[in-house]
């Protein structure tokens, strides 16, 4: 019980030590700005202390939207030479320096739970969000669908920057002319655990593509060789967009279309089911081929409203397999790496995202992930993620959304 007391206390703390004024960075050093889907998850860990700093959270990552309703991955507002590739290299093109790429949309989901939470600090505030927050999913939907599923343009848009599912378009790019770079994220954290130099070599000929396009999605649309329909945004959006329907509704907003989209955003995610692999699984968008890849986006299925025995049969089959979570990748796949990243470690976010659709469906296995979830902070605090063979802590430390899911979900 002291522990988790003392859990509780640390993580509160690392959202305040991480709070830069208006807006959180997920550890010092490794990440330096602002980024989309971590400010939405730690918007909800605020909300267990300070309601008002967790709207203020989603404010400020909707400051960066930019005039075409995109909501931008990275938020540069200072400089900083310890992360790289910084505001110069990508040439955003919105209010504030930024990335050109987005992130799967969860900020509407976690808005609506923080409303939840007090309805009467957050009407106003929500109010003033909904019309950002639809302009977002729109911007999906026009730029970004493949019979109905989301697609993504750049590994790092999924968030899952060197998971298996990208392996075969990375392999085909040919990072011509990608020139001299120095990587910052192998002086804070050990480069046996992060992506690969030819995994970087092609995220920046990627990011150097779209910065020469000047993020025009049609152009890019053409040139770019990365779009694969994926079950973190297709889920994730469809997730949301639920959320931001139900919401409007109570607000009395004008959600015209609304239901349309999510039957068509459903369609796209019933596109994702794999027959062979029994898995919901990423798509080539280019080529019509499966990835053939069970990750942890595939059990986002049951936060999109959607049930499915087989996937919940490989769930179980996984957390048999390693006891300290749901593994980014198949642990008995040939591809599944324990510490590196994408390919293996669990993420408490994520687990989390899981655990919530299970629990909302109530899921039998439920309980247990939200158990193994906690059990993995318990022991082990706030890592970026873990090894879920032993559980051991890796990737950066102090990290803001682990802390917010122990503050919100875990503890
Ligand atoms: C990781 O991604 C960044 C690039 O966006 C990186 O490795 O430099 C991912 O885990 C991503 O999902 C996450 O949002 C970000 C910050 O925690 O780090």
Redo the contacts with the bound molecule.
């Keep these: 019980m002291l522990t988790q007391v003392s859990r509780s206390e640390e993580a509160r703390n690392i959202l305040i030590q991480n709070d830069r004024g208006g807006y959180t960075i ?1 550890t010092a050093g490794l ?1 330096p700005y602002q ?1 989309n ?2 400010s939405a998850i730690t918007a909800m860990g605020f909300a267990e202390f300070d309601i008002g700093r967790a709207w203020q959270e989603l404010e400020t990552l909707f400051s960066g939207q930019w005039a075409d309703g995109m909501v931008p ?2 938020l540069f507002h200072k400089a900083d030479a310890g992360y790289f590739p910084g505001p110069d290299v990508w040439g955003g093109t919105g209010p504030i320096p930024s990335s050109g790429i987005t ?1 799967p949309p969860v900020a509407a989901t976690m808005a609506r739970l923080i409303w939840n939470k007090d309805r009467s600090a957050g009407t106003p505030r929500l109010k003033t969000l909904w019309p950002k927050l639809r302009a977002w999913h729109t911007w999906f939907l026009k730029w970004r669908l493949d019979q109905g599923a989301v697609c993504v343009t750049h590994p ?1 848009e999924a ?1 899952r ?1 060197n998971a298996p599912d990208w392996d075969g378009v990375m392999e085909r790019i040919d990072p011509v002319g990608v020139g001299e770079y120095e990587r910052r ?1 192998t002086s804070h954290v050990d480069g046996s655990m992060r992506p690969t130099k030819h995994d970087y070599d092609r995220y920046i000929w990627l990011v150097q593509m779209g910065n020469r396009l000047k993020w025009d999605q049609a152009k890019l649309l053409e040139e770019n060789p990365f779009r694969i329909a994926d079950p973190t945004m297709t889920f994730l959006l469809l997730r949301a967009h639920r959320d931001l329907l139900a919401v409007g509704e109570e607000l009395g907003l004008q959600t015209a279309g609304m239901a349309e989209e999510i039957a068509l955003l459903e369609k796209g995610a019933a596109t994702l089911w794999n027959p062979e692999l029994k898995s919901y699984d990423s798509r080539d968008a280019k080529t019509g081929l499966w990835t053939g890849c069970i990750s942890n986006a595939s059990y986002l299925c049951w936060l999109a409203g959607l049930d499915s025995p087989d996937q919940a049969a490989h769930l179980e089959r996984s957390l048999e397999r390693v006891k300290f979570g749901v593994a980014s990748y198949d642990p008995t796949g040939e591809k599944f790496d324990s510490k590196r990243y994408w390919r293996g470690p669990t993420w408490a976010f994520m687990n989390f995202l899981i655990g919530l659709g299970l629990e909302e469906q109530q899921h039998p296995l439920a309980p247990r992930l939200r158990a193994v979830t906690r059990e993995v902070i318990r022991q082990h605090g706030f890592a970026e993620y873990f090894d879920p063979t032993d559980g051991s802590p890796a990737g950066g430390q102090s990290f803001t959304w682990t802390a917010a899911v122990w503050l919100g979900w875990a503890s």
């Design positions: 997920p990440y980024w889907w971590d991955h990275i992130q790092w968030g920057d994220d």
